[in-house]
């Protein structure tokens, strides 16, 4: 496999969708902070379809930026607690196809019109400083049509929908979201006060959203949108 000592950049900027980048090997890391970062403007099927292990790094990030497409076939393990590792999501769209195993922990958010398409089986969170935000301070989404797609850091704001003036759209159409660990669940703020973003979750086809034991920790808290 490919040995990360430092960050790579996987870009693609090809006009012709058919030329595509296809990262099929496995990565693995050296001890430090190391990353990973999907680039480009190309639409076309780019996929990372080896294993992506991140647990020799102390830190460990799988970014994605731009306005092209990137397809996980393979599978992600990120390494990071709170806001380190994880990954951000700033542009464009990445798939995580049905064939994919993806956990990501530290902070994970998706803004600058990022999307995210599920239907593999993806973990977020492992411990009480890691969250999730769709629509982090400007739009992003999160579309679930198949397989699992879990949050279950326990804090204060594990999975937010929209902060500040932003738009967070998350769609169950198909396949689980579910929320554990007594996460809590927030629309249009990260502590419920003084925020103005616009969260929107919709469960529809054969979608599920799963909450789990509702407590006192683990509920729907709306800010101000």
């Known amino acids: 496999p490919l040995v990360l000592g430092g960050a790579v950049t996987f870009r693609n900027d090809a006009v012709d969708a058919g030329s595509v980048l296809d990262i099929a090997g496995g990565i693995t890391s050296t001890s430090g902070t190391r990353s990973i970062t999907l680039r480009g403007t190309n639409d076309g099927n780019n996929t990372l379809g080896g294993e992506i292990n991140g647990s020799g790094a102390t830190v460990f990030a799988v970014n994605k930026t731009d306005a092209g497409t990137w397809t996980v076939t393979g599978s992600i393990l990120t390494k990071g607690t709170g806001a380190n590792g994880g990954m951000a999501h700033t542009g464009g769209t990445i798939n995580f196809a049905d064939t994919s195993t993806v956990n990501l922990t530290g902070k994970v958010i998706v803004k600058d019109g990022g999307t ?78 003084g925020r103005d973003g616009q969260g929107t979750l919709t469960i529809a086809g054969t979608g599920v959203f799963d909450t789990g034991t509702t407590t006192a920790s683990n509920s729907f808290v709306l800010g101000n949108g």
């Open 116 to 193: 995210i398409n599920s239907a593999g089986t993806v973990s977020i969170g492992s411990t009480a400083g890691d969250y999730f935000t769709v629509g982090d301070g400007s739009d992003g989404a999160l579309n679930v049509t198949a397989g699992t797609f879990n949050v279950s850091a326990a804090t204060g704001k594990a999975f937010v929908i929209a902060t500040d003036v932003a738009t967070g759209t998350v769609n169950v159409l198909g396949g689980t979201l579910s929320v554990t660990n007594n996460a809590p669940i927030r629309f249009g703020s990260w502590d419920g006060t």
